[in-house]
């Protein structure tokens, strides 16, 4: 794992129709816009946020997870719209010893439906294996969300498992999460 490449400079990564780049405070209403909706986190282990001035916040929450090196969050910008931010991608539990990141993702509601977020877990794993030699990326899913499962098979990610009552998500309590998981050796795009 060359956590350097990860973390020397913020990493803007981008494919013929977006972009994964840095939230700025530029972005705040996109931002709320995201946090806002309820819908949105129905299947995250992240509560909604229903004050701009939280969200405001968040940026710089995303600044010092960065610097501390624990978690990356990417805006997924779309180039056709003036790079208007339409959802968040990120990277978080690191393993080194393992060589082995976490994926998480979600959109605003509008942009559903429209391969954004496939292509943005593309993106994503194009870097991880190809910058930055991580040999595991996996996602952890709610059983219920069947859109997010598609996206991760989509890319090439095997249903691994599920860990029944697993883990505590806020605002969720104690859920059961199925396991996606994808290795450099499967990787093929």
């Known amino acids: 794992m060359n956590i350097e490449k ?4 913020f990493p803007v990564l981008e494919s013929e129709h977006l972009l994964l ?3 700025e405070e530029a972005h705040l209403q996109e931002l709320f816009t995201i946090y ?3 819908k949105v986190f129905e299947y995250c282990g992240i509560i909604p946020k229903h004050n701009l001035q939280t969200v405001s916040k ?3 929450h995303f600044d010092r997870d960065f610097n501390k090196k624990s978690r990356i969050k990417w805006g997924i910008f779309q180039k056709n719209q003036s790079n208007k931010l339409v959802g968040i991608i990120e990277c978080m ?5 393992v060589n082995m990141v976490s ?3 979600f959109l605003a509601e509008e942009y559903w439906g429209k391969g954004i977020a496939t292509e943005s877990v593309q993106i994503l794993i194009k870097f991880l294996f190809d910058e930055v030699d991580i040999n595991r990326i996996q996602g952890e899913v709610m059983p219920a969300n069947e859109t997010s499962k598609k996206v991760l098979l989509k890319n090439g990610f095997m249903k691994e498992g599920l860990l029944r009552q697993a883990t505590l998500w ?5 859920v059961d999460l199925e396991i996606f998981g994808i290795l450099q050796s499967d990787y093929n795009f």
């Open 103 to 105: 994926i998480g993702y």
């Open 170 to 174: 806020s605002g969720k309590g104690i």
């Open 93 to 97: 539990d690191f393993n080194a010893k």
């Open 21 to 23: 780049g840095k939230i």
């Open 6 to 9: 990860l973390f020397e400079n």
């Open 36 to 38: 806002d909706n309820d």
């Open 58 to 60: 968040m940026i710089g």
